[in-house]
């Protein structure tokens, strides 16, 4: 255990190493802050000798100063003690949520379906903000306390080695009691911070889903659900409350059998004549002022096995492999894209989703994919990008593995718009710029004549310029595909994927996108994926797939006469 917790001190100083100054800083501070508490043990052996029993008042006249000189000097070096490691501490914590933060937007898209947006959301908000506050305030207990404690032990055994060492007997008791109560403020810290995570992940399903939640009157049963969870989490923070002053209580208790042990002792020294009643209470001042840092550092340790369990779940994701590229440069294709022998299951599936597919996409031309639900056309096209890589075979581009392109040069020539489209809370002008933050105002407008978006984006309340909140909400769904398109041909892609782009949508929204498309897919590789057939008809190949495999490929008319499958969708959605 000890050692555990020596192991994630380690990782945590590793992190504070960069304002080493600061902590540095935060160490003297601390220092000249416990010499004060040293200063005033040491005073009480020549204030009883030599005030109270050689009746010397010229100490008494000094008394005053000194207890002024140590008291000020204590305050004010708290209180840069406390300034330095929280700044130390803040900065740690930012630096620990960008890490985390990168690390996350480089996990592969398996993480986020296994794991879910509200839990990965909990540890860079819920974890490190519990870790944060531990940190500056725990370790400004050890640093001050821990030097108290040190100074405090040196005053008491210079003034009797006998009396302190008897009085210290209780420490291993502590000891072991405060190291078993942190093991279980650190278990249930674990379990609150995951039931929090459950808790953040239920509220981002709720308010995603809040049209369902309420058109099926299911507020109630949703509300239930929440207050059990929440009724959970509170019950773990209880848990962690009780041992937590648990450890508190328990030096209270030692530090009364110490206190006792040292005046039965004291008393019997001093009737000897083996000790002055000034270096007695000399004693008994240090020891019962050591007790109170020994106190607090017990509590503290506590709060660190609250911080290593946070810290624990942060490891959890800082540890995952994140997506990786090969070192060649991907230029646009100049032949095909190939599938060769492609089959894929998902993480933890035990169904495949695509099996065996042989498909040659050819530059320049549009290729779509056809076939019911659940064919596996949007599983074949996430590959294409490397969202996913195949479970067996390989994708060739002009005869090169996708897997030995680098990531960013490879997706900086794809274009992707899809049925669920993402806007972004920023302007009109940032949101079609996304993939090409640098691009001109010019350019942008240029881009979104192109998409049949410029009249209504110039009917906006402050034009390019409006914000357009989080997800959109303000438009229609013609209006955000449209957004999508423009943003596509401002990124100029050499590979363009179209994933159901004009399903759902009125007439007119569908034929203004139709003819934004026609625009964007001219001399670009495209890949089309529809369940309305009357879109792919012109497609220069279609390709058609039932059940994860590829059933059958040909032009439009062709699969009409040789392909069952195919002439049943057609024939339904002409109906």
């Excluded at 860079?124 to 500056?136: A, F, G, K, R, Y």
């Excluded at 302007?427 to 942008?444: C, K, L, M, Q, Y």
């Excluded at 399903?503 to 625009?519: F, V």
Aim: proline letters at 3%; a positive charge.
């Amino acid at each position: 255990m000890a050692s555990s917790q020596s192991s994630f001190i380690f990782k945590v100083f590793r992190f504070l190493k960069p304002y080493w100054h600061y902590v540095a800083l935060a160490l003297l501070f601390s220092f000249l802050a416990s010499l004060t508490s040293g200063g005033i043990a040491w005073m009480v052996k020549p204030v009883m000798d030599e005030v109270f029993i050689a009746k010397n008042y010229l100490y008494l006249k000094l008394l005053p100063l000194g207890v002024l000189f140590f008291f000020g000097l204590r305050g004010v070096a708290s209180l840069l003690q406390a300034y330095f490691m929280r700044a130390a501490a803040l900065r740690m914590i930012n630096d620990l949520r960008v890490e985390l933060y990168r690390k996350l937007i480089h996990l592969s898209l398996s993480h986020f379906e296994r794991e879910g947006t509200g839990r990965n959301l909990s540890r860079i908000l819920n974890d490190t903000l519990v870790i944060e506050p531990i940190l500056s305030t725990v370790f400004q207990v050890f640093l001050l306390e821990g030097f108290n404690a040190l100074i405090l032990l040196a005053v008491a055994l210079s003034r009797s080695l006998k009396l302190t060492l008897v009085s210290l007997l209780i420490l291993p008791a502590i000891a072991y009691g405060g190291q078993h109560l942190s093991s279980r403020v650190r278990r249930h810290r674990r379990r609150a911070q995951r039931t929090i995570g459950e808790l953040t992940h239920r509220l981002a399903e709720t308010f995603t889903g809040l049209r369902e939640v309420k058109v099926y009157g299911r507020e109630s049963g949703i509300l239930r659900l929440f207050r059990k969870e929440i009724d959970r989490y509170a019950h773990f923070l209880l848990k962690i409350t009780k041992y937590r002053e648990g450890s508190k209580s328990l030096v209270d208790v030692m530090t009364g059998i110490g206190g006792a042990m040292i005046i039965a002792l004291g008393g019997l020294l001093i009737a000897r004549g083996e000790l002055t009643p000034g270096a007695f209470f000399s004693v008994l001042t240090a020891i019962l002022m050591l007790f109170t840092p020994i106190r607090k550092m017990a509590r503290a340790y506590t709060g660190i096995s609250d911080a290593r369990a946070a810290w624990e779940r942060l490891e959890e994701v800082l540890i995952l492999p994140e997506e990786k590229g090969g070192s060649k440069k991907a230029r646009p294709p100049r032949e095909s894209l190939l599938f060769e022998g492609v089959s894929f299951r998902y993480p933890g599936a035990e169904e495949w989703a695509l099996r065996d597919i042989e498909l040659e996409i050819p530059v320049g031309r549009v290729t779509a994919l056809v076939g019911p639900s659940g064919a596996g056309k949007s599983t074949l096209a996430a590959l294409i990008p490397r969202f996913y890589d195949p479970t067996e075979g390989r994708i060739l581009w002009d005869g090169t593995d996708l897997r030995e392109f680098e990531l960013e040069s490879l997706r900086s020539h794809i274009g992707l718009v899809s049925q669920e489209i993402v806007i972004f809370n920023a302007t009109v002008a940032e949101n079609i710029a996304f993939g090409d933050p640098g691009a001109s105002r010019e350019a942008i407008e240029e881009a979104a004549r192109l998409a049949n978006a410029h009249e209504f984006i110039e009917r906006l309340p402050q034009g390019y310029d409006t914000m357009l909140g989080e997800g959109g909400v303000s438009l229609s769904g013609g209006q955000k595909q449209r957004l999508a398109i423009a943003r596509a041909i401002l990124r100029n892609p050499a590979i363009l994927i179209l994933d159901e782009a004009t399903s759902q949508l009125d007439p007119l929204s569908e034929r203004l996108i139709q003819e934004a498309l026609s625009r964007l897919m001219v001399g670009r590789t495209t890949l089309v994926i529809a369940h309305r057939l009357s879109t792919v008809t012109e497609a220069d190949k279609i390709a058609v797939l039932e059940g994860g495999r590829k059933i059958a490929e040909g032009r439009h008319q062709e699969l009409l006469e040789t392909c069952d499958l195919y002439r049943r969708l057609y024939q339904l959605f002409q109906a």
